[in-house]
C-alpha cells in the first residue's frame, strides 16, 4: 500500500513561471521518494489573481490532507501577501535573494514585474531566435555551399543519435548556432566526411550512441527495417568511430545523456565568439 | 564615461548549471542598470573543480576590482567548501531552499549530484524529446492525413508569425506536441481552414503579429519582395484576422512576446491529458 501522501505543488509568477518551475522541478528532483502533482500559476499579476491563487493553494491542501509547497517568484509584495493568506510552505526565489543582491550591487532593484526578458536580455533573444530558424534551415545536412561558415558548432554523428533535438536545445537556450549533419553508409563507403565538412574542422563536434539503443530507436521509426537492425546500428557506430577518430573530432556518448548534459559539454569544449560564452 | 564597475556572475553547477542560470538571469534582470559578464561552470563535481573554480573566481575578483556574484547549485558539501575559499557573494539555491523542504518533506533529500532529471522525470524527459520530434515532423503544415490527431496543439497563422519557435519551445520545456500550420493567400481566397484543421477546432491556437514587425522580419529572408511588402503584410494579418474570428479560434499578439510567455499563455488555454498539466 502507498502511504505516501501526494503533496501539491504549486509554481507561482507573475510572469511565465519557467523561473519557478526549473528550480522546482531541481530541488524535488532530490526526493525521489515523494509524490507530487504539479500546478502552474503563471501571469498572477495583480491581487485579484493572487486571492484566486491563495483559494487554490487552500483546496489542494484540503484535498491533500497536506499544505502545498509553493515555488514564487512574485516581485509585488502586495500580490505576495495575498498569496501569504494561504498556509503552504512558501519557498520565495526573490524574496530570499533580491536583498543580498541589492546590498552587494548598491542599487535598487526594479521591482518590475513579468521582468523574464530585461533590456539587457533582448539582444540575446534576438540571437535566440536566429539560433532556432538556423538550426531548422541547417537540419540533417541541409546546408548549401558556404552556409556553414555561420555555424558556431557542426553536429555529427548517424542517424537518431540525438543531433536534432541538442541542435535545437543549443540555439533555444544558448542562442548558439547549430547546424547538424548526418554520417550515412555513403560517407562510411567512401571514407571521407560528406559535403563541406572538412572546412569546417574545428567546429564538428561528433554524438555517439549505444548499438543496442540506436537499434530501439530506430526501430520505433521503422520496424524491422535494415536501418534499425541491431548488426547494422553496430556496423555504422563502429564506422563513424573510426572517421571521427581519424579526422580528429571530439565525439560525446548521448546513450544516457540528456540534451541539457550534452549542450553544456559542447559549450565547455567549442568557441562562440559572444558575449556570455 | 562609463563608472560602473562590471561584475564577474558565476553559475556553478554539479550539473548542466541550467537551474542556476535560469534563476540567476531572473534575477540579474532586476538590475537594468548594472553591467555583468557571465561565466558558465557547470559539471563541478569533485573537490579539485571546485578548487579551480574557486581561483577562477578569485582571479575575476582581480580583474573587476569588485567581488563576483556566484549563483550555484552544488549539492555537496566538500565542493562547497571548496568554492566558498574564495571571496564573493554565494547565493547558493539548494541550501536556501534544501533544509525547509526537508522538514516539510520529512525526507532527507537523495544530495545526489548532477541530478536534473531525476528517476521521476525520466518519463518527462521521453515526452520531450518525442514532442521535439513530433514538431519536426509537423512544422509549417507537413501534416499527412490523420496524423494532428495526435497532437496536443495546432498554431495557426501567416507566414513568420512565430508558430516555429513557439512550436519548438512547447515540446522542449513542457513535452507538449505542437503542430503548425501557415495560413497563406490561397486559404483566404478559399475562406477555409487549409487541410484537415477544421477537424481539430479545440487544438487550433492563433499567432498574430503587428504588420510593420511581420514585414520587417520578411524583409530580412527576402528583401524587397511582395511577400515582405508592408501592404501585403497588412492584407495577409487582417485576412487570418478574419478567418480566426469567423473559426473561433482564440488568438495571441506576438509582436511583444517572447517564445516563453507565448507558451504558458496557450498552456493555460489548452488542454493537454497528461501528468504535470
Known sequence: MNDIARRTVFFVSDGTGITAETLGHSLLAQFPEARFRQVRAPFIDDIDKAIDCATQIREAAAEDGVRPIVFSTLVNQATVDA?????????DLFERFIGPLEAELGQRSTHAVGRFHGI???LNYKHRIEAINFAMAHDDGISSEGELAEADVILVGVSRSGKTPTSLYLAMQFGVKAANYP???????????PGELHKYRGKLFGLTIAPERLSQIRQERRPNSRYAALENCRY?????????????IRCLDSTTKSIEEISATILQTIRVDRPGF
Open 83 to 91: 498569496l501569504h493568506k494561504s498556509d503552504a510552505l512558501f519557498l
Open 120 to 122: 539587457a536580455d533582448s
Open 183 to 193: 554520417l550515412i553508409p555513403e560517407d562510411f563507403e567512401r571514407n571521407k566526411l
Open 236 to 248: 555504422e557506430i563502429d564506422a563513424a568511430h573510426k572517421l571521427m577518430r581519424r579526422e580528429n
